[in-house]
T-cell receptor, first 112, second 114 residues
């Protein structure tokens, strides 16, 4: 059974601080996705990581993928209140439709 | 482009009632998906359609049926709703041939079964 585990599940941090969210998965995959969800809203795609060693950055967020360790990280630099949201990682399984298995999410709250 | 659209946005059903959730995408994607999201959990795949004319079960298919009406539309039907099906339902689509497989999500349907 494929497992996708994120930690921490809840993260409260002060503005200006740095932190990392971890995503571990239990099966071989070379595709990993990060999504953001605001309360009561849909999921917004943040990053697509397609190979071992892939690194993507957008603003204060940087995502990386280590397929050998089956680990992805989402690093937050100098957090601001607007980053408050729930962040999900999702691992792709090739079934002909690129099915995604989602982690349980990390609820991030940035305190002014 | 509207992206992925879903109707209705909200629905309240009584136990045993049936309903169909509608989903449409205008991005010419070949694959479509239905997920449910419960509090404190990530999204779980109910059914998917890799291409027009095909559908397959996902992780939690029991109590649901789907129809891929054409390339644009993918509907989810609850034949006899149960309180355990109270959830938020998301439809998604992606281009899985020649693309990076990124899924784009609709706004969701919040379903309550009493």
């Amino acid at each position: 059974e494929l497992k996708v585990e994120q930690n921490p599940l809840f993260l409260s941090m002060q503005e200006g601080k740095n932190y990392t969210i971890y995503c571990n998965y239990s099966t071989t995959s070379d595709r990993l996705y990060w999504y953001r969800q605001d309360p009561g809203k849909s999921l917004e795609s943040l990053f697509v990581l397609l190979s071992n060693g892939a690194v993507k950055q957008e603003g204060r967020l940087m995502a990386s993928l280590d397929t050998k360790a089956r680990l992805s990280t989402l690093h937050i630099t100098a957090a601001v209140h607007d980053l408050s949201a729930t962040y999900f990682c999702a691992v792709a399984v090739q079934t002909g439709a690129n099915n995604l298995f989602f982690g349980t999410g990390t609820r991030l709250t940035v305190i002014p | 482009n509207a992206g992925v659209t879903q109707t209705p946005k909200f629905q309240v059903l009584k136990t045993g009632q049936s309903m169909t959730l509608q989903c449409a995408q205008d991005m010419n994607h070949n694959s479509m998906y239905w997920y449910r999201q419960d509090p404190g959990m990530g999204l779980r795949l109910i059914y998917y359609s890799a291409s027009e004319g095909t559908t397959d079960k996902g992780e939690v298919p029991n109590g649901y049926n789907v129809s891929r009406l054409n390339k644009r539309e993918f509907s989810l039907r609850l034949e006899s709703a149960a309180p355990s099906q109270t959830s938020v339902y998301f439809c998604a689509s992606s281009q899985t041939s020649g693309g990076v497989g990124e899924q784009f999500f609709g706004p969701g349907t919040r379903l309550t079964v009493l």
